[in-house]
């Protein structure tokens, strides 16, 4: 779970099916846009929708009696915001942002966050506009303000990102050369009202990405209609409490930044204890075995002992019949015989029956 040194009191995370995914640290990280953000990796499952789920334990957190305002902003320019009262913060219960929400001439849409996979190619020509362009790929920041609350003004036009308790940054307050960091290499573009992906068909080149282990993006999904019944909006009130970065990338790409241990190769059976063996693991091994056997009989190069094939097939039937005569002898023997021990004898060697 995410907590900013800053604002202790206020958990943020990003889960997938109700889930939190496990966030890993990079002590070598560092961030020059957001110097002092809290940064977490997790891992992107690609086509997984997600959320960005966040609560509060009031006994700590320091603005329990102001209200806050929560604002996510996706790599493709998506995002979305909600506020909490002090009644919202002092209730333990998480609180989730589920969908990227926008307005367009007909009125507000929502949208599903969803991870999608990168392809990287080496023999794709390098789009040369993309450089520059992405600092922000592979990252979900969330931003946490102190805010005032005012009557909600309906316009024919709603702005970008509006929702319900959609935040305005006041003129003079958080904006300029500061806050347009936030917006480093993808200021937020809209393409007719749609946001629209770093990369819009997925595909770049690897010449582009210059090593760096980026594997996903974050786009969104068809807009559904949306109706914001809320009264009232928020106005950010200064800087920003608290920024998080979850930066998603691959389970490959987690395991090459050493961030997750590789999957260890599993002990062959003939190396294991026998104790830890199964039953299935038991037969497993002497099936193998059998097959080992086998293949050193009849898989043998003849020609590494200085005999032909010819030879070789000729000695394994040269050694079927003296099986086969000896068969015949031991029976005749037995029939004949009171009951005692009978010896057998075959050239170098002897039988007892």
Known sequence: ??????????????????????????????????????????????????????????????????????????????????????????????????????????????????????????????????IGKLAALGTIRVEVYKADLEPRVPSRRPAVHSVPGQAKKRSGRWRGKDRGKGKVGHPASMVDGEPTPLIPDGRVSEKVLKGTALTHQATVGPA?????????????????????????????????????????????????????????DMRELIRRQRVIAKASIHLRDPEANGHSISQVKGSAAAETKVKTEVKREREALVDESDGSDVELRYGAGSLWL
């Not at 939190?20 to 953000?37: C, I, K, Q, R, V």
């Not at 999957?263 to 104790?275: A, F, G, K, Y």
Request: aromatic residues 8%; hydrophobic residues 35%; glycine residues 4%.
């Open 1 to 130: 779970m995410a907590i900013h040194p800053c604002l202790p009191g206020m958990v943020v995370n990003v889960n997938v099916d109700h889930q939190n995914l496990p966030e890993h640290d990079d002590d070598e990280a560092t961030d020059g846009t957001y110097p002092t953000a809290c940064v977490k990796y997790i891992e992107a499952i690609t086509g997984a929708r997600f959320h960005i789920a966040f609560r509060f334990d009031a006994e700590i957190f320091p603005y329990v009696d102001s209200n806050v305002s929560v604002e996510v902003t996706l790599d493709c320019g998506a995002g979305s915001e909600t506020y909490c009262e002090p009644r919202h913060i002092r209730q333990p219960s998480c609180k989730l942002i589920e969908w990227a929400v926008r307005g367009t001439k007909n009125g507000l849409v929502k949208q599903a966050m969803v991870f999608s996979e990168l392809t990287i190619s080496e023999d794709l020509a390098p789009d040369k506009s993309l």
């Open 224 to 280: 559904i209609p949306y109706v914001n019944y809320n009264t009232t909006q928020s106005v950010h009130t200064g800087r920003p409490l608290a920024i998080f970065l979850f930066k998603y990338r691959s389970r490959a790409a987690l395991q090459a930044l050493h961030l997750i241990p590789r999957t260890p190769s599993p002990v062959p059976l003939e190396d294991r204890p026998v104790e830890e063996l199964t039953i299935d």
